[in-house]
């Protein structure tokens, strides 16, 4: 009798995709390749001068630290708080925040790794398309 329960699981992925709010992710943990029910962990390139578009992730927490870069962000209701998290910061973000987050180098590309208790990454992502022209 075949055992139906998650093992461990080594993934060595080189796949990207584009997200819907327009960053470049490299496929790690997620539901899609392993087992994982409650989380994903990614790697997050942000190419010199890429701007996401501004977004909030439905019911689920994201954390994140920088590798490489720095990277703005615009959050909060209206996107009107901002900070800016760099190599070897980690950052934060609640579940339902709108945010926007932005390469600060137009010459240097930005690499974060990148965990959300969303096992499936983009599903819970909504598009906020009446805050993508806030801060050009």
Same mark, same amino acid.
Request: hydrophobic share 35%; aromatic share 6%; net charge negative.
């Given at each position: ?18 997200? *819907?709010?327009? /960053?470049?992710? =490299?496929? +790690? ?5 392993? #087992? ?33 870069g720095a990277v703005g962000m615009w959050y909060?209701?209206?996107? *009107?708080?901002? /900070?800016?998290? =760099?190599? +070897? ?5 609640? #579940? ?22 969303d096992p499936n990454e983009q599903e819970s ?12």
């Amino acid at each position: 009798m075949e055992s139906t329960l998650p093992t461990c699981t080594v993934v060595r992925s080189e796949e990207q995709y584009r997200g *819907k709010q327009g /960053l470049q992710y =490299q496929m +790690g943990i997620s539901a899609q390749s392993t #087992a994982s029910q409650g989380l994903c962990l990614h790697l997050n390139t942000f190419l010199p001068g890429a701007r996401a578009k501004a977004h909030l992730h439905q019911n689920h927490e994201t954390a994140i630290y920088m590798l490489k870069g720095a990277v703005g962000m615009w959050y909060g209701e209206g996107l *009107k708080e901002h /900070l800016v998290v =760099q190599a +070897g910061d980690y950052l934060y973000i609640p #579940a339902n925040m709108p945010h926007l987050p932005y390469n600060l180098s137009e010459t240097e590309e930005a690499l974060a790794v990148l965990s959300r208790t969303d096992p499936n990454e983009q599903e819970s992502v909504t598009l906020l398309p009446e805050l993508d022209l806030v801060h050009l």
